[in-house]
């Protein structure tokens, strides 16, 4: 059994380890999964430690739930803290529309919809696939200009504010959810969502890593002084930080440009010199903002979650981030560890 460190999550009153576990692949994104194996990650990631599942109906249109529900009922239920989103919900009787990413996953079209009723919906959907009477944090996901578009994001904005923050909001005055907050791939959506309405826990995707700080600026310092739990998606963004400047790595989910690969070739040269990987490196930075509780990382094997978890128990020099920063690779205002951390 693994010693993962515990953080507080926010206001929540829950306690989340540092590395949460993130069900994107579950849902056959990219690659088409084995049951078995698929469920054997999210047990082994328990077994580890880890007491963070961060799943949603998007999430192969409802398989990821599913094969969480069943990693789930191997476990005592209040073991783990439950993360799951709205904002879909997905229609039975309508076949599936092309270009999601999941190759595999569920028949079932996801309908896009931020209202009162559909955001209940969503909820009751997501409590029969994972097979729990209860959720224990709900996010408002994808309300970002790369979702929806910069002429739609208003229109999805109101509309969230207006049905399920409402929805959200009821359930957490009623107890029946320890926290509300959104999933989104944009820091300024965060900032904006943060100044709109009362929010525990954000789940930021890509936008603060080793290899980019925007959420620096305002999103963070707002969280920390609102006492928003943050966690941190896509910390590796979307594989360049855990491959390397490889011919073919990913930044965004797509290939990753020029001067982004030579970006990441300076940093895994610094992260060499001190005889760090450069993924391990990623991860020891983005958890060294105050206001990050966990970081929610994907895996499509035991394997992946077990290099996780090892990373965290590496060494890293300080000298590595001042190098860092003095090649102006990194952001000068970033905090880092502040001594040699496992």
């Known amino acids: 059994m693994s010693t993962l460190q ?4 926010g206001r929540t009153g829950l306690q989340v380890s540092i590395l949460g576990f993130g069900t994107a692949p579950l849902g056959d994104l990219y690659l088409q999964l084995d049951d078995r194996a698929a469920i054997a990650s999210v047990e082994r990631a328990f077994e580890l430690g880890v007491n963070l599942l961060d799943t949603s109906p998007l999430y192969g249109h409802g398989l990821a739930e599913h094969r969480c529900g069943t990693a789930l009922r191997r476990v005592p239920r209040g073991q783990i803290v439950v993360c799951t989103k709205v904002g ?12 999601s990413g999941f190759v595999g996953g569920q028949p079932h079209r996801a309908v896009v919809d931020y209202s009162y009723d559909g955001t209940m919906r969503s909820i009751e959907q997501s409590l029969l696939r994972l097979g729990t009477d209860r959720l224990d944090l709900l996010l408002i996901h994808d309300v970002d200009i790369w979702t929806h578009g910069a002429e739609a994001i208003e229109a999805r904005f109101r509309e969230a504010m207006a049905g399920a923050y409402v929805a959200l909001d009821r359930l957490r005055g009623e107890g029946v959810i320890r926290g509300i907050g959104v999933g989104v791939n944009e820091a300024d959506m965060c900032t904006r969502f943060a100044k709109a309405g009362s929010f525990d826990v954000m789940l930021l995707a890509g936008r603060y890593s080793l290899l980019e700080q925007p959420a620096l600026t305002e999103f963070l310092p707002l969280a920390e ?6 966690l941190l998606g896509g910390v590796f963004n979307s ?38 990987a450069l993924p391990t490196a990623a991860l020891h930075f983005a958890l060294a903002h ?17 290099r996780n978890v090892a990373a965290l128990a590496g060494d890293v020099p300080a000298a590595l981030w001042s190098d860092l920063k003095a090649a102006r690779l990194l952001d000068a205002d970033a905090p880092v560890p502040s001594s040699d951390s496992r």
């Open 88 to 99: 879909r919900w997905m229609d039975p009787f309508h076949g599936r529309a092309d270009g």
């Open 239 to 276: 594989g360049i930080l855990a491959t390397g400047a490889v011919a073919g790595a990913k930044y965004n989910y797509r290939d990753a440009p020029p001067e982004i690969i030579a970006k990441v070739a300076n940093i895994e040269r610094v992260c060499a010199s001190h005889g760090v």
């Open 225 to 230: 002084q609102q006492g928003i739990g943050v």
């Open 6 to 9: 515990r953080r507080a999550l």
């Open 290 to 306: 105050p206001a990050v509780a966990s970081l929610v990382l994907g895996a499509h094997r035991p394997e992946e979650v077990e």
